[in-house]
């Protein structure tokens, strides 16, 4: 565990064919590394295990993030957005029925969090609003897919 110390940090981002989109085992030399493409493998398969209404719908990895806390156990969780992340926001889930935004249309980024010992143990999900008017929204909406 002395490797992960102080590691508080998004390790990657995706965005425009960043260089680590093409690396499946990052390393801080003597400090720390991190296996892309096993953690994406194991978050991929607990999605679809656990979500079966996605299967055969195509996921981009977002990003992936370790954390370490001093009064606390660290952290490791994985991102996604899927090509049916566009929804109205009736479809919402973590913002309950009450609309204060008016907003209309969301996407859904799905996180897998990780035990320490590797495994996937619970997904959750982020919805970012996009806006009332449906065409600017959907524009938005694959802007952001589109850039993974």
Same mark, same amino acid.
């Given at each position: 565990?002395? @490797?992960?110390?102080? &590691?508080?940090? =998004?390790? !990657?981002? /995706?965005?425009?064919? %960043?260089?680590?989109?093409?690396? #499946? ?24 295990? @656990?979500?079966?209404? &996605?299967?055969? =719908?195509? !996921?981009? /990895?977002?990003?992936? %993030?370790?954390?370490?806390?001093? #009064? ?77």
């Amino acid at each position: 565990m002395k @490797n992960w110390i102080v &590691l508080t940090f =998004v390790l !990657f981002s /995706l965005l425009h064919g %960043n260089l680590y989109a093409k690396t #499946n085992n990052l390393r801080w030399e003597g400090v720390a590394s991190l296996n892309v493409e096993l953690l994406e493998e194991k978050a991929r398969a607990y999605i679809n295990a @656990n979500m079966p209404e &996605l299967e055969g =719908v195509e !996921f981009k /990895l977002v990003q992936a %993030n370790v954390g370490y806390y001093k #009064n606390s156990k660290p952290t490791l969780d994985i991102s996604f957005i899927h090509s049916n992340s566009f929804k109205s926001m009736d479809q919402n889930k973590t913002l309950g029925d009450h609309n204060q935004y008016f907003i209309k249309y969301y996407m859904e980024f799905i996180f897998v969090e990780f035990s320490q010992n590797g495994e996937p143990i619970k997904i959750k999900l982020n919805e970012a609003l996009l806006g009332e008017d449906e065409a600017n929204s959907k524009k938005r909406f694959w802007d952001t897919y589109n850039s993974f």
